[in-house]
């Protein structure tokens, strides 16, 4: 990130909500310095809208499985 000058240009990292990501982000700031961040680093980790809304719809669907079900096997029935 030094060599190419690439610390200078960071404002936000965009990430999933893995772990894995949550530790990486106290790592990136302890090497880039949160005097070199867009207020101070304190928005540098932003977490993927598209990933949280993939996550609630998923949780939706789960509980509405049964009735989605029960429509499907209604023309069955017929």
């Known amino acids: 990130m030094v060599e190419w ?3 200078e240009k960071i404002s936000t990292v965009t990430m999933d909500n893995c ?6 982000i106290p790592e990136l700031l302890r090497k880039i310095g949160q005097a070199k961040l867009m ?3 304190k928005i540098l980790h932003m977490r993927c809208c598209a990933h949280i809304l993939n996550l609630i719809v998923r949780d939706g669907l789960d509980v509405i ?3 989605i079900a029960k429509i499907r ?3 069955l029935k017929e």
């Open 73 to 75: 096997m209604s023309h």
């Open 5 to 7: 000058n690439t610390d």
């Open 39 to 41: 207020l101070d680093g």
């Open 65 to 67: 499985q049964p009735a």
């Open 19 to 24: 772990s894995t990501n949550d530790a990486v």
